[in-house]
């Protein structure tokens, strides 16, 4: 019994790991137990992760370890049995001066590549594909221009009796938004009702939906692979159902899917508000 106890946890603990290196492979997603960014895809996003993982998080850990120091020295130091006759100062021009300068020096020290993911984030490329993203009360539509097809769509989240096996629970959608890897997609972001929020955390991109507003963000996904969001501003009571699922697939790949897609969506385009205005109160 124990031996199989003992087998039972290394096959739990190999299962585990195994599952921790397939999440790195796998990053379209947050994995259980998981800390920290998903795996980027972009330029952008290593880009951000490293800003928060090797710049951030260092400056946050050391003040806050000093700050935790002279809490400690300061309660060990000058309590009222160590010392019971207190010191009147009420300044010191030295001391005042450093927590002035140094703090500002730490600032500027950040501003650097913040300003530089900034410029990397706003500053778009000539886009290959320029997509209309439009979010409304609880779903997204995407719009693909005419030289792409001329085409749009509504995606929905798949109720959990629509869900196949490979299909990941909250985050899976009848129809996924189709995108080319390795070419610089732009999106024009708005909304139709509420104001909503465009979120993939792996292309490093956030940007809000507003009504009677284009927002503009773009990202150019370096692997192929499913890549999901979650609309980012609560917007009504199906906020937490209008996941966003972008599909970066190969050249020819996508050459296809629009080649399907052009009559799939124009036939049923007058049907898709139909459809839409249907499936609207189903959740
Ligand atoms: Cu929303």
Redesign the pocket.
Known sequence: MKAWGVRLGLAAMVAALGVAGASASEPGYAVPHQIGFQTPVTEVDRYLVWFHNDILMPIITIISLFVLGLLVYVVWRFNEKVNPVPSKTTHNTMIEVLWTVIPVVILVFIAVPSFRLLTMELVVPPADLTMKVT?S??HWNYAYPKDAGGFNFDSYMKDEKELKPEDLRLLAVDNEAVVPVNKVVKLEVTAADVI??FIIQSFGIRVDAVPGRNNETWFKAEREGVYYGQ?S?I??KD?AY?PIAFRVVSEDAYKAWVADAKKKFAAADGATQLAAADAAPRH
């Open positions: 979010g009360q609880w909503h929020s609309c501003k917007c009504g906020h209008m």
